[in-house]
């Protein structure tokens, strides 16, 4: 009897792939129902169950999943060569219920209705629009600098703990609510990876737990760089699967918080996009244009970037090559290249508000 139920459980992978296959044509009914329906419910229930909790379940979770799976194949490593067909089965039946419970929990978001189409703007964009975006990133970018620095080649510090960040973040989102209705984060779960280790040499500033709806931190990356990742960790809590939807939407959030270091991070962070596709597209124009920026705001990007460098490792690019195939694998064509295309939703986003 217990063989026939593993067995119905493994068989069930194929009705289920074709299910999320089918509803992967219907953004729009992925969105209605799902998303902005069952979605809701499910994200704040677990986020209320958990959300109190001052460390992370969900990476309990992983670690104590690891050692099970590890404990399993040592004690089954005799069974595996003798009964491999039912050790098959075993395998699938579990695939199946993870299968599941990641769909139905979170991960039908990646099918949602795209953001460009929810907020009626366009995808695309001119080299022209770009740089006229860019230079008034620039500007808004230099004047919070000069704030926050009286010395324009003097990178700024966050004067805050990690902790505190992790706390003053959904005030970025209360004030983006008042323009955005669905974007209301209540209750909070956003905590410091107790994985922060293994995050950071996988080369990950954090990620969310899709059956926990914890969002994780890396407790280790710059202070600079933690309300952009905490508000983006936010968004794919809410419901934005898609890497770039997420830093469009942590975007927004820290430049709309009432406090003037969030806004830093995120203009900064919107910046640094812009910049990069510049360069991309037209070297020259991109040595032109930084020559402008701060050299303050250019040491923040460098804190940054010699903090990933000092934890490069061989391993890196494995796990970078399995996410690229993950995210490919649900719709986003690009892999992580798609990362960059928040460069579209911000540039029209901006059009279309007059900034």
Known sequence: MLKNKKLLI???LIPQYFVVKLLSNFPEFV???????????????????LGWLPFSFGDLVYVLAIIYVVRWFYLNRKRLRKDTKNWGIDVLATFA????????LWGMNYHRLPLHKSL???????????????EKLIKKSNKLHAELSKNDTVKVDLPFSKSEILDMAPMGYENLKLIFKH????????????????LT??????????LTNEGQVNGLIPVYKFPTTTCHEIAHQLGYAAENEANFIGFLATTNHDNIYFKYSGYTFGLRFCLNEIYRRDEALYDTMVETVNKGILKNYR?????????????????????????????????????????ALLVNYFEAEGF
């Open 10 to 12: 493994a068989l069930s």
């Open 31 to 49: 969105e209605q129902y799902y998303s902005n329906g069952l979605y809701q419910y499910i994200s704040k229930i677990s986020r209320f169950i």
């Open 97 to 104: 219920i993870f299968y599941f419970a990641f769909h139905f």
């Open 120 to 134: 009626n703007i366009k995808n695309e964009y001119t080299t022209e629009q770009l740089v006229k975006v860019t």
């Open 183 to 198: 974007l209301d984060y209540h209750p909070k779960s956003i905590k410091k990876s107790l994985l922060s280790y293994p």
């Open 201 to 210: 040499y996988m080369g990950y500033s954090g990620y969310l737990n899709p």
């Open 303 to 343: 804190e940054v970037r010699d903090f990933w460098d000092v934890h490069q490792n061989p391993t890196e690019p494995l796990f970078k090559g399995f996410y690229n195939n993950f995210l490919k694998a649900n719709k986003q064509d690009k892999g992580m290249q798609s990362y960059n295309y928040v460069v």
